[in-house]
């Protein structure tokens, strides 16, 4: 509050802290008062005192998010899909596949070359987000039926989009591990449903999400009740033109040491170039990711969507290779 | 392509565009050689030329909504709410209410408040998108109730957000428009069902989405077959701190030279600060804006949610009476 | 400080804030401990603070800047630049002219033509920041002999930027007001010198500079001894793509809440699209600005620069017709 | 140009760039005519196109900038500092030190210590931009002298920053590198003098600088005979608030395809956050990067700028060993 906020204006401001259950204390300095207000601010919309006389700024000192926060919970997450494929805890998982599953060919023969070098999940969307109403959708069912005969002959473990209430229980029955896109980030009524499923679940930080805002989406899922979440960047808007995205790898330090939850990387995505695919991808796990994400496709000129960005499975094989080494360096298994 | 490509490689792009049903022409510069793809290439990925050997950019020509076009549609669209409320067309619309309904004293009092004023349609959120899972999340069906009492006691038309597949059906029969909210702009399952339904949607532009992101979801929208679409600026995320979002006035006569469809602003959401909503209103008008969504609260100190840019009833008619003035000036018709 | 910070690391904090001078005092939460450093923080760097053991956040309660500051300074500052022509206090002032001086014809005609539409100053670049080295840099001497014979001419008052400390002096000399560029608005050098001429400066704001930057830029130039500075308005980068810039209008108000300096709007450099110069320039008058400066050229499409941009003399006109009208209605004398 | 396009309109565009020297090729599509502008586009504003009648967009197939392009100087460039500290064909140089040079025995004491952990360079201001007028503004040439003192007693070379055209020359007697700031990296008049020197550069990407303006900002140097250029990424402006900067590593593979010369990275400037420094350097080398300059001081907690960010001396060590191992797997030189 200014310094000559008049007693009454003080008094107001104590008394409104007091009617929602918390304690104050004041301590004056040479042009602010500061009204301290003490307790689980959290649930509380800071501008009720903003809009209150003679204050000047309201400043939060405690976060707004608690299942997702490392405070009450200080050892990592490990989320585990079964059979030794889990995020988390010193393992450096691979998610690798075509943008969106094309055929029932096209995905089998994928799965074997990224298995093959050294994925242990399989991507690749049924159910596509697309800006354009008339470019390709997706092959929506048909598409999960690929996946489940891809990894029944591979044994790779299936990582798909749900991009709506409507068909999140048919993809839950299919996935090994549910991704929630990018553009559904603040989907909270998503968000919501898809703590009520009992598969992990994949949250895509939103093209122009804070730290914050990704931790308080994924709080949505664990308030709801489902506690295997895996975040992953993907890459921010900003004005730059040589990349489609802007790459954020400090957000992988900085959400570790704010939550427990593992956050893997997604350099296909945030590039939209396959010349830079590989460079971020080394940069990810030199920064200390737990994962990534990437794409692969046996013929990115044929992709039905995303072609530029899409690695063929001998770029893909010999950036795994290189990603081996540099695990040891940084004490990851791959 | 790079001008020293060898000629297989040109003549390999050549094929690919034939194959896809295109004609194509060669110009040849200093250090590239352009070849023009021709046709209506709106439904083919770039992409796909981009992964060529020899090709170094590919430049879109043509733009890749046609219904939203003002190309095809020259005159401006009309969206008519009945009982002479219509967008578009030279009128300008407010737009008032607010943020959510929290009882059905408060909705009834401030829609008497705002039609005072000037204004012809009430807002008020009975589903509200909260980035916070403890924070209120709206009255739901109580609060379409609400403001269907509001509305025959005052005769406002209702606009009001729909946030989900299963929630649309039940807000699409109370509202007389519905609003689909910035972090659901690119929700295209819920952008394709609004389409279906017939009623006026208010689209709001997502907070880092390009003006050819949003013509496009308008174009999910009327592809679906409801052409009753208005656009809503309402700040995009940057850098500075002076304002929760920066209102991109520009983006009105952009979307004016683009589209048929008409175009809103929202100075509360944009700035998140009632000092400044106001001259963000007069700033809107005087850019071309067919109307404005703005939040009043009878007690702005005991709101819900977004307390801090709530103007008083009293704030907000002071506002309008001003409008009143700017639209004789700028040939609009409150 | 966290909750569970050992009582030596808060008597650390303390011990420091003292040995530079302050005053401390503690207020303890549920999960934090808050230590308030009283006095004039303004010249100590936060991070002393932040690197100590236990520190979880450093806030900043008060502002940097002092002399730039409405605290210390409530009335509007008018930056007069004598006949008449006086930014503040309720005029509009119309700044307009070529992007750059092109010939001495050119200028004189071109001044002839603004004056006549109601601009009081004339713009004009001889010296130009241009982003290659092989694009039109000015005329330099020349280009400010050109604007001195364009201002015996008219009588309109000369406005004209200085790029460097070797330059200035002549600038100076030439110029009723010396304009900073954007791109040098954090050149402290420039800055300084800048603070010790007899002229009033106008200075423009940084392309990504926050509100805090723009006023502590300012504030180098207060504290140089020159207090008869004009801020400018003129777009920011984003990611956007309908426009150059992003032109923030809510910047207006709040510099016009922090601070007592005028501030100005430039639509000309925001948009870099004379389509959207004129809506603009209507929305910056609504949004509270003390006046505008635009580029009008003869014949824009054989400017040597920005040509884009600019308006015709007849655009121009009209434009300034409505601006008065809109004027009227906002209490402002053009 | 629109497909309705008048022919005198088209013949117009063919007429103009005929007197400007270059050839046309016209080619019509379904909604537009392209007209191809073929010859040296580099030295014209294309805005003399867009403003002519029924011109839709211009597109630029040319990059703009020669002498820093690849493509007429295929191999690395190689910036050689002299006994044997050279940047780009394989090494990978780290340079470190304070922010800027405090007194003597700070700067010849972290001198010994990076030195011992493996740096060749050491940095420091002994001009400093800072934000705020009332900061430490560095210790001018006291500051320079202190740097060659250390340089005699360890043989690092020193890279410090140039603020002005008034200190560069005796910047550039000093030091072995001259560094151009971000701040500063638009500032033509101070980018052509650096070009006139016969010294290294390392010049810093502007904080919202798109990857052409960077690589033109360069190109001023080199169009002025100097063509040791060394740049830097050192993070971007952006909406999010979990570090200072956004580190934008992809354009250190981006940079490197369209440019011959080296490019480092500060991870210091950044961040803002010594916890993210180290993860962030790591992350530079896996992605390709030539180099980092990095913020180490004896005493963080007692530096008079940028304390937050500063590594302690065992902290680098600690980094630069793993940096080590990370240069193996990447086929560098430390």
């Known amino acids: 509050m200014r310094r000559d906020a008049p007693s009454e204006d003080v008094l107001r401001v104590q008394a409104i802290a007091k009617s929602l259950g918390f304690r104050t204390s004041n301590v004056s300095g040479l042009t602010k008062i500061a009204v301290a207000i003490i307790g689980d601010t959290s649930t509380v919309d800071s501008a009720v005192f903003k809009v209150l006389p003679s204050v000047d700024q309201v400043l939060l000192v405690t976060r707004p998010y608690s299942r997702t926060s490392r405070e009450g919970h200080p050892e990592d997450t490990l989320v585990d899909l079964g059979d030794g494929v889990a995020f988390g805890g010193g393992s450096f998982v691979i998610i690798a596949g075509p943008c969106a599953v094309e055929s029932r060919e096209q995905i089998i023969e994928v799965a074997h070359q990224v298995k093959d070098a050294g994925a242990k999940c399989l991507r690749g969307g049924a159910f596509k987000p697309r800006t354009s109403p008339y470019a390709f959708q997706g092959l929506g069912e048909k598409g999960l039926e690929y996946l489940d005969a891809a990894r029944k002959e591979t044994g790779l473990k299936v990582v798909t989009e749900a991009m709506d209430l409507e068909s999140l229980p048919m993809v839950a029955e299919y996935a090994d591990m549910v991704q929630v896109g990018s553009r559904n980030m603040q989907n909270y009524s998503l968000l919501t449903k898809v703590g009520s499923i009992n598969k992990p679940v994949l949250l895509k930080r939103g093209s122009s999400a ?125």
Chains 1, 2, 3, 4 share one sequence.
């Open 210 to 334: 804070t730290i914050t805002e990704l931790l308080m989406s994924a709080e949505y899922i664990l308030a709801s009740g489902n506690e295997r979440v895996v975040l992953c960047e993907r890459g921010v808007r900003n004005f730059s033109d040589h990349a489609r995205n802007l790459l954020d790898l400090s957000i992988v330090p900085a959400v570790q040491r704010l939550s427990h939850l593992p956050i893997i990387v997604d350099p296909s995505h945030a590039t939209g170039d396959m010349n830079l695919v590989a460079p971020m991808a080394y940069a990810a796990i030199a920064a200390g990711a737990d994962g990534l994400i990437v794409e692969v496709h046996p013929k990115p000129e044929l992709a039905k969507s995303d072609a530029a960005q899409a690695l063929k499975p001998d770029q893909f094989a010999v950036m795994v290779a290189k990603i081996r080494q540099l695990a040891k360096v940084m004490g990851k298994k791959v």
